[in-house]
């Protein structure tokens, strides 16, 4: 079964306008913790924003914010003012445990967002 | 930021020859490291878990004789390629996890492209 789901293949946002690129994921265990990764057409994969399971609070860093709706297990990111340098690849991933072998993400297939100027 | 370098960024090389691929923590010591394979516009797989003086634990489906990881050093794993053919072509990327932090950050190499004639 597939453990993370980002259902939109692509997204076309107008600059300056607030984008949101869903993503659903699917675990049993109660502690695990969630990423959002950025891959530009170079190929680098860079770490946008993470929400841990027990995390009271929705995480916020600038632009991005992550939508977390942990009954519904899913876990949305806002991009607030989109810029056309965000045109990129982005990618859900979800690392599942509390310990210090529980390292490893899975990830989604991953939402191209474009955006015009 | 923890930086991760990898070296080569592109390697052409002739069917059946062996390509190396190193990937270095530079200004951490990174305990553990993964290997990842990116298709085409397709998300990126782990292939294999990297721990520093120890072998490496490769997920189902990947030939270990086929991926030779090692990870002799704390800031060092390379992953090799052995008697590479066309379809091994595909971007791999590795990344590396400082010790002692549960949920810490997975720092990404920017990705070496293999492209096997």
């Known amino acids: 079964a597939q453990k993370i789901t980002q259902t939109q293949p692509g997204m076309f946002v107008q600059e300056k306008e607030a984008v949101t690129l869903d993503c659903t994921y699917d675990t049993s265990d109660p502690s695990y913790g969630l990423f959002w990764y950025k891959q530009p057409s170079s190929g680098e994969m860079i770490f946008l924003i993470y929400q841990g399971s027990y995390d009271q609070q929705n995480a916020t860093e600038g632009r991005y914010s992550l939508n977390f709706q942990k009954a519904r297990k899913s876990a949305n990111l806002v991009i607030s003012a989109s810029q056309l340098g965000d045109s990129a690849m982005y990618f859900c991933?979800?690392?599942?445990?509390?310990?210090?072998?529980?390292?490893?993400?899975?990830f989604g297939q991953g939402t191209r967002l474009t955006i015009n100027p | 930021g923890a930086v991760v370098s990898q070296h080569p960024s592109r390697v052409i090389c002739k069917s059946g020859t062996s390509v190396k691929i190193e990937c270095r923590s530079l200004d951490f010591q990174a305990t553990t490291m993964f290997w990842y394979r990116q298709f085409p516009k397709k998300s990126l797989m782990l292939m294999a878990t990297s721990n520093e003086g120890s072998k490496a634990t490769y997920e189902q489906g990947v030939e270990k004789d086929k991926f030779l990881i090692n990870h002799a050093s704390l800031t060092l794993s390379t992953l090799t390629v052995t008697s590479a053919h066309p379809e091994d072509s595909s971007f791999y990327i590795c990344s590396a996890v400082t010790s002692g932090r549960a949920f810490s950050e997975q720092f990404f190499g920017p990705g070496t492209r293999l492209t096997v004639l």
């Open positions: 991933a979800m690392r599942e445990g509390y310990n210090q072998g529980a390292q490893k993400l899975v």
